[in-house]
C-alpha cells in the first residue's frame, strides 16, 4: 500500500509532481531506503544513489476481482499512465520506452541489478519504464512506470527522478 490509497487520479496534479521531482534531493551515495507515513507505514518514497521514487496513484484493490474487470482495472492504470507520458512530452518531448525484463529475470534468480532497478521491484514495481532524459535543469532523467505484486495488489503509478541515464538493461549482462 502507499500514501496514494483512496485518491483519485489527477493527471495535471500527478505532471506538477513530477516536474517537482527535477529539483528534489538524490544522494549522490549510500544505501537505499524506501520510507513510509510515521501513522500508517503506508510508502511515501525510496531514495538511493542517484535517484528517488514516488508514488503518484494507487488503485483500488484487486481481491475477488476477475476478468473482464480485473483486465478493465489494468487497463485503466495503463490509460492513466499514458495520459500523463503525453502531459510530460508536451514539456519535454516524446519518451522512449525502457523494458526491464532483462533485470528483472536476474533479480528473480538473486543475481546483482542496479540498485534503482532493485528499489523499483522492491516497490513491485515490475512495468517498463516511460522514459525522459536528460531534462534540464541539471540533466536529470525522469521515468513512470505501473506495477502491482500480484492479481490482488493494487496498481502502483510511480515516477522516478535520476541523476544517471536511465537505460535499459542488455539481455547479455549478467547471467540470467
Known amino acids: 500500500m502507499t500514501c ?3 485518491e483519485e487520479f489527477d493527471a495535471e496534479r500527478a505532471a506538477a509532481e513530477v516536474t517537482g521531482l527535477l529539483a ?3 544522494p549522490a551515495t549510500g544505501p537505499t ?3 513510509g507515513d510515521p501513522d500508517t507505514g503506508e510508502w511515501t518514497v525510496t531514495v538511493g544513489a542517484g535517484f528517488r521514487i514516488v508514488p503518484l496513484w494507487e488503485g483500488h484493490s ?3 476481482v476477475y476478468a473482464p474487470e480485473w483486465n478493465d482495472a489494468v487497463e485503466g492504470a495503463e490509460d ?3 495520459l500523463l507520458a503525453r502531459t510530460l512530452d508536451g514539456r519535454w518531448g516524446p519518451h522512449r520506452p525502457v523494458r526491464l525484463h532483462a533485470a528483472l529475470l536476474r533479480w528473480e534468480a538473486g543475481t546483482p541489478v542496479e540498485p534503482l532497478h532493485e528499489a523499483l521491484f522492491a516497490q513491485d514495481l515490475y ?3 516511460e522514459v525522459w532524459g536528460p531534462v534540464a535543469p541539471g540533466g536529470r532523467w525522469i ?3 505501473v506495477g502491482h505484486s500480484d492479481g490482488d495488489a493494487p496498481l502502483v503509478l510511480a515516477a522516478l527522478v535520476s541523476d544517471r541515464p536511465v537505460t535499459e538493461p542488455e539481455d547479455g549482462d549478467g547471467p540470467l
Open 80 to 82: 492513466r499512465l499514458a
Open 24 to 26: 528534489a534531493p538524490v
Open 143 to 145: 521515468a513512470l512506470t
Open 4 to 6: 496514494r490509497a483512496g
Open 33 to 35: 531506503a524506501a520510507e
Open 127 to 129: 512495468g517498463d519504464l
Open 62 to 64: 484487486l481481491t475477488g
